[in-house]
């Protein structure tokens, strides 16, 4: 707890890192510049942290980054090099956050907030937020905790609670919930609670083309050949 | 559009561009949330969810992976539902079908302004490494100019392809010629989008085939 009151500062700031993200050396800037907060508050050197690590390359999930600066924390503080896990631990930690934080957790809380939304919209918006950012928070907070208690083990700590399934999880998870709505869906579009063959078999065709146009089109080129598509269909009930 | 509406809109568009380019993160910039706070703000919550349900699709169906610049779907939150809002597309289904065709194109452009500002990253820390070789405290101002520059991109893009989507709706002529819901044509969208992001979703085929048949059923006689 004194660990965390005492970087909390650094982890407020860490939320603005990415402010100079560019094609040069990614988040280089922003890691530096938290990595000297860091130096600065624990009164600790991590080695060739001087200036012109600016043009260093860094690059991991966002969400990940406290994970970096609890290991760097660490392994300064036993007076090991830090600067070589710098590329790996990046790359794990971005493998990892970008599987889970944007690959299936965005769906996962995007059908959760939509199931809320049929009942209240106003707290779908809320809850989204809310959800979302428990682990966003989490992550900050215990990533700086156990990157600093485990060092370099911390991926010990993912192999332990299976964090490679997580992703796989909410992913099945997403598609109950998809399922879920398809079935709020066909109730709305026979609008009644009686199973509507005409309607099952409207929602199936628009789903499965969305399954079979992306596999050669991008999203928005899906979505707008889908408003074409609806604008005809239209057009044609209204001659 | 009241003032304070107006300078919520304001801010809403920088900070929907500074969560989602350089920081924050709490996921303010994600199209159902925006599309929810200008929907409770211009009292047209339910439409606006809908649309901005639509546009979540296009930010799911991408992972920022390394260099990759995601397409803009919170400008498409952002554009879409204040379009909405304004009362451009509220009531004729041909002005929002489309009205979501020119938004979803003018995700390109808008797009490409984040690229610019990922270059401009790029010409400010090259000027600053080669200016300060020996001063280590320029971070904190490249970052402050980096939030800023964000800001100031969703202010300024956000609103100003908005308003050129909005100009050209208007001159197509297509304002509320139907006073028919358009919220039948958004959920056919809605599902389209929705088989797309199944194939995206990891696992088995079958098995995901599964899960849907269960959360249909489950859904259907839950709900």
Redesign the interface.
Known sequence: MKLLLKALPTLVKS????????????QG??F??LL?DLSKRFKISFGNV???E??DYF?TN??FVTFMLGIFLKEAESGKPVDQYKSTYASVF?ALG??FF???L??L??FL??FI??YE??F??FF??IF??IF?IGFKFLGFYLGYNYGTNVIDVFRTVSFANW??IA??A????????????????SNSDAINSIAIF??AI??????????YV???F???I???I??A??LLQNI | MSLAQGILLFFLSGFASLDRVAGINIMLSRPIVITSIIGIAFNQILICILIGAIFEFIGMLEVPVGTVILKDDTFAGYSSSVLISLGAISHNNLSILLAIILVTLMIYPVTLTDIYCRKLNKLMITRAFNETKSNTNSDGFLIRIGLLVSFIRGVVVYNLATFLIFLTLHNIGYFAKQEVSPIYYLVLLFILLMGCLFRFLNGELFMKLIFLVIGFIASWIIL
């Open positions: 939320i603005f890192y990415q402010a100079n993200w560019n094609i040069e050396n990614m800037t922003g530096s510049w000297k001087k200036g012109n600016r043009a690059n966002p969400y971005g970008d599987t944007w690959h299936s965005r769906p809380t995007f907030s939509l939304a049929v919209p106003m779908a918006m989204y937020l979302f950012n966003n992703s796989d992913d099945m997403t598609i109950f919930l998809m399922g879920g709505t398809l079935a709020i869906v066909v109730k709305y579009v409207k929602t628009f789903f499965i083309a969305g399954f079979t146009t992306s596999r991008s999203a928005p899906t979505l707008i889908g408003a074409m609806v604008t269909i239209m």
